[in-house]
């Protein structure tokens, strides 16, 4: 059972669209990562949010976590070309002393 | 270094062999992971070092599996008797003490 469930799991568009990644879980996190990997590569943190309902910006990324906790969702705004890679999102429960849990991952692909 | 090194970058192994993959955390880091991705996927979690706590070995996928971290700073994992469903990228992670993650760029397995 897959704890942290991304959608979509693929995504294709054209540059200056936007787009939303959603990670889901029934489980309650202590903090929430996203991640972009690029091939060849290990996953890069984008973000850390550990609040319910906090919202984080990160020039045109914008990161939201539920207010239980649960969830998040990252919104990309006038997608370009460099923003193509895979979106890993990531969730810790407990303490610092604890492992990082992470989604199924969402590759998105941006054309011109 | 100023990163996390993974060693071997790539390994192609015989069926049946022993192989053995080094990590070599960011300085001052106390925790340690390692992940296993395969193609395209989202990350499968391992095992976990924290400091001098007993690490959380719930992920390893078999006896087969194994991990070390010597001196609270380098890391090997080894997997014994390898099998064609081993092959996968095999990350290692290391975190400071502002819960920041870092990632190698993975040790590359083929098991043939």
């Known amino acids: 059972t897959q704890l942290l469930e991304q959608s979509p799991q693929f995504l294709s568009i054209q540059e200056g669209e936007n787009l939303t990644v959603y990670c889901n879980s029934s489980?309650?996190?202590?903090?929430l990562q996203w991640y972009r990997q690029e091939p060849g590569e290990g996953p890069v943190l984008l973000v850390t949010v550990v609040t319910g309902g906090e919202v984080k910006k990160l020039k045109r990324l914008t990161f939201q976590f539920g207010d239980a906790r649960k969830d998040s969702s990252l919104h990309i705004t006038a997608a370009q070309p460099g923003d193509t890679g895979l979106y890993l999102c990531?969730?810790?429960?407990?303490?610092?002393?604890?492992?990082?849990?992470f989604g199924t991952g969402t590759r998105l692909q941006v054309t011109l | 270094g100023a990163g996390v090194s993974q060693s071997p970058s790539n390994k192609v192994t015989e069926k049946g062999k022993d192989v053995e993959l080094r990590c070599d955390p960011i300085?001052?880091?106390?925790?340690l992971y390692w992940y296993r991705q395969s193609l395209g996927q989202g990350l499968e979690f391992l095992i976990y070092?924290?400091?001098?706590?007993?690490?959380?070995k719930s992920g390893l996928p078999s006896d087969r599996f194994s991990a070390e971290r010597t001196g609270g700073s380098v890391s090997t994992l080894t997997i014994q008797r390898t099998q064609q469903e081993d092959s996968a990228v095999y990350l290692c992670?290391?975190?400071?003490?502002?819960?920041?993650?870092?990632f190698g760029e993975g040790s590359w397995l083929t098991v043939v």
């Open positions: 070092f924290q400091g001098n706590s007993a690490p959380d």
């Open positions: 990531a969730g810790m429960m407990g303490g610092t002393a604890s492992k990082l849990t």
């Open positions: 300085s001052g880091h106390t925790a």
């Open positions: 489980s309650v996190f202590s903090s």
């Open positions: 992670a290391s975190r400071n003490a502002g819960n920041t993650i870092y």
